[in-house]
């Protein structure tokens, strides 16, 4: 029986989550360096405390802006997939971990001492880019199943395909009924599915929705002959496909929309970050 390779058994598994990579090397490393940089700030020996402006303030400001340069960079690393100490996995874990110790460094670094200047701005960026990673690193736990429960067996491609089927049924169905009822279905049919705004998709809501509209007026019709009832049936049906659809691309816009303030964040506190060193040596 053939035997596996020795670097192959030490190769860690590809179930292994980003989080727990080599059982928390990362967390442990943040951990530790948090520690340090409070026993730092506990016993360094500035009078009355230390502050952005002291010995001490300046190495730990350097050390958070290496970290930022440096954790900025993990779009660069995604496009090359590679296996070892640097994988994507173990970039992406020390990331997160390194990300969030930046809470303590930075904050030690301030000393405490914030206002309305360049200095803060940069502090108040840097937490809004940790506290929307946060944000991405829930959703991707979470999310990913939903949207698998909520597809089923079905690709996107197909669900598209079998709302196309029923919009076609309807389209049939509505040529025989009365005026007023067909033209409510065809305004179902001809209202875009997928054309929503950032704030619907986000919250699943659409009160316009014609096909809502439609079934609502053929309920209060009590008196439905058996096409006006397969016309019901149909809508009811094209309404559980709109209501799958819609979830989605709720959950996809979920999923997604972190990265329109983590990303704009990230470039804004990189931009900060210069003018805040710049006027830091230049006022030195």
Not at 10 to 25: I, Y
Not at 116 to 121: D, E, F, G, Q, S
Not at 126 to 151: F, Q
Not at 242 to 264: E, F, K, T
């Amino acid at each position: 029986m053939a035997t596996l390779a020795p670097e192959k058994a030490g190769r860690p598994t590809d179930h292994e989550s980003f989080l727990v990579h080599k059982r928390f090397r990362w967390l442990w490393i943040a951990v530790l360096l948090c520690i340090a940089a409070g026993v730092g700030y506990a016993y360094a020996d500035v009078k009355p405390r230390p502050n952005g402006g002291s010995w001490y303030g300046y190495t730990l400001g350097t050390i958070a802006l290496l970290l930022i340069v440096w954790l900025s960079l993990l779009g660069v690393r995604k496009r090359a997939m590679t296996e070892g100490r640097w994988s994507l996995k173990a970039w992406t874990s020390a990331h997160v971990y390194l990300g969030l110790s930046l809470v303590v460094i930075a904050t030690l670094h301030t000393g405490f001492q914030l206002g309305w200047n360049i200095h803060t701005l940069a502090y108040a960026l840097m937490m809004l880019v940790i506290a929307s990673g946060l944000y991405g690193i829930t959703v991707y736990a979470k999310l990913p199943e939903k949207l698998s429960n909520n597809r089923g067996e079905m690709s996107k491609r197909q669900m598209v395909e079998s709302l196309a089927a029923l919009d076609r049924q309807l389209d049939a169905a509505a040529q025989p009924l009365a005026r007023e009822e067909s033209d409510r279905v065809i305004a179902a049919l001809e209202q875009d599915p997928f054309r929503a705004g950032v704030l619907a998709r986000l919250t699943n809501s659409y009160p316009g929705c014609r096909t809502a509209r439609a079934l609502k007026d053929f309920a209060r019709d009590h008196e439905l002959d058996a096409h006006e009832q397969r016309v019901a049936g149909l809508l009811h049906k094209r309404a559980a496909q709109l209501a799958q659809i819609r979830r989605q691309m709720q959950l996809r816009a979920l999923l997604d929309v972190w990265l329109y303030v983590h990303i704009p964040a990230t470039v804004a506190l990189l931009g900060a970050l210069t003018a805040h060193v710049v006027s830091v040596f230049f006022y030195w």
